[in-house]
């Protein structure tokens, strides 16, 4: 079963999920990275563009998600180079670093919180995030247009592409768009109406709302939300 809940670490989220029959899931994409533990190993979920379809073995999995373009930072990694990318902490960073991160998981009772405690080390250890990122993912999450948002930012529309794909793994307007497919998510899961959910969440109309949810999820809305 899976469950969730907020973070010590500001604007992350702490998850785990327990053994199943076949490991088999659909990741949306969300805009955020996390740090994973699966049976001792670590490894990094690099941002998504399209659903992700987890085929891996029964097993228990813990996670930390971090809020979206914060996780460049804490891990030193661009997030473009992991765009649909699940890989092995150790291919990024120092063995010796890893192990000393793996030791704080193996010593907590649950993995989940440990995970937990050793994201509060690497963030206690790295660099403030830019103010303009948190604010650039609250205008795009409120449906700002990109141009709109970057005049507010004071940033040009080069300059704000380059600092997305850092930050997210890719531009703006896809950011946008994935947290106008969260938003609409979240209204259609509440029982809003299909037309009433695209109308709020920024979609030219419903049948708009349709084309998004299958590209970017893989599933028809009634489907996903049935899944």
Not at 20 to 46: E, I
Not at 79 to 85: G, Q, S, V
Not at 116 to 136: K, Q, Y
Not at 142 to 167: C, K, N, Y
Request: proline fraction near 7%.
């Amino acid at each position: 079963m899976y469950v969730e809940r907020v973070s010590r670490l500001v604007g992350a989220v702490v998850w785990s999920v327990g053994p199943s029959r076949d490991g088999a899931g659909r990741v949306l994409p969300d805009g955020c990275m996390d740090l994973l533990w699966n049976d001792g190993a670590l490894l990094v979920a690099g941002p998504d563009t399209h659903a992700h379809l987890t085929g891996h073995a029964p097993g228990a999995w813990a996670g930390v998600r971090f809020a979206p373009g914060t996780a460049p930072g804490l891990l030193g990694v661009p997030a473009h180079e992991l765009t649909n990318r699940r890989v092995d902490l150790a291919d990024l960073w120092p063995a010796a670093e890893v192990r000393r991160l793996g030791a704080v998981v193996d010593a907590a009772a649950d993995p989940a919180d440990g995970l937990e405690e050793a994201a509060l080390r690497i963030a206690a250890a790295a660099p403030a995030p830019d103010p303009r990122l948190s604010r650039l993912v609250g205008a795009l999450a409120a449906g700002r247009p990109v141009a709109a948002t970057a005049d507010e930012l004071g940033i040009g529309a080069r300059q704000l592409h380059r600092r997305s794909r850092t930050a997210f793994g890719y531009g703006p307007k896809t950011l946008g768009r994935v947290l106008r497919l969260q938003r609409a998510l979240a209204l259609a899961r509440a029982g809003v109406p299909f037309a009433d959910t695209a109308a709020r969440s920024g979609f030219a109309d419903q049948a708009h709302l349709a084309r998004d949810v299958k590209e970017l999820a893989g599933l028809p809305l009634r489907e996903l939300l049935a899944a």
